[in-house]
């Protein structure tokens, strides 16, 4: 069956799927661990910092997936998690620096089928500032071509190289092939791509990088054996990203990043006054929650998800886990979270 007939038994963030023979990657602190924790469940992914307080990853990562091979026109998306349970680290072993709150969860609202659509942006309840990590720009303005090389980075499993949750990255890979040249349209949509290597639990929701940096593919799935890794594709969203982008620019306090200066943009909010002593900065008052629309219109947000508890007045620095911890486990980044959740609560 070719290159696609590998992915037959594709699956969304099951482990036994890796950034394949990745090194730790210390530099690409725009790349952030993403760690979901509910009552019932904990997961970590990836994804990356497309403007100071927002950031892309997948959609499986932030709803209600079934762990079951993928088949496109059949598998679908779940209800969304709660904002109150995702958390955001920017540190290179996640668990051993401070984790940051999500404020709003936004999705295409008009499609609810996980192939070609597993994309997703997170706005977090505060901002990274300049000095401290600088985003990655999605390429919005050309279509990934077969044949066109790419890197990838990750939180996820390193077998030999280590556990999950030390971000890595391998450069040197190729789309095998592109959104039109996939051959079998039950495993790869014609909004998707094919790469080499795969990608393992935790780098679900992880970029695919362009030769100059630019986040072109968002990971969604894998083969078996991680022979071959699915990508979503960044350009196809360019309108539906820019609208979130806006939201976000409105709610921050930051100049806007070239990749969204191409066209008009809403003047960001005033700042809120006072900055916090970490990486991140605390948002100014918020703006009334932007409404589900019924279909996706150009240059919507989507559906958005508001957090229970955005914008508490918390310092998030302060409501950020400070122990440094030489190795990272399991319960590592969940007390990490726990102590800035704890801490979050200090003016809600």
Known sequence: MGVVGGLAEARTGEARESIVGGTTDPDDTAVLAIALVTRREEALCSGSLIAPNLVLTARHCVAVT???????GQSTFGSLYSPDELWVSDATTAGSGNFYPAREIAVPSNDMELCGSD????ILDGQFRADAVSP????????VRRGESFSAIGFGDGFDAGPVGVRRMIDGLQ?????NDCADPQLVSD????????????DSGGP????????????????????FAVYSEVAPWRDWLLGVADRAARLGTYDIPDWESSRPMVAPAASAGGSSSGGVAPSPSP??????????????PGAVVPAKHSSSGCDLAAGAATERMSTIGHSAWLAAIALAAARRRCSA
Do not use: H, K, M, N
């Open 136 to 143: 990655i720009a999605p390429r919005l303005d050309q279509p």
């Open 175 to 179: 789309v095998l092939c592109g959104p």
């Open 287 to 300: 703006a009334p929650a932007a409404p589900a629309p019924g279909g996706q219109e150009r240059g919507s």
């Open 208 to 227: 695919a990088l362009d030769t100059a940096g630019r986040v072109v593919g968002v990971a969604s799935r894998a083969s078996e054996g991680c022979e």
């Open 191 to 202: 909004r998707e791509f094919v790469g080499q290597q795969g990608v393992c639990d935790g």
């Open 119 to 122: 994309v997703a942006l997170l």
């Open 66 to 72: 079934a762990s079951a091979p993928v088949v496109c």
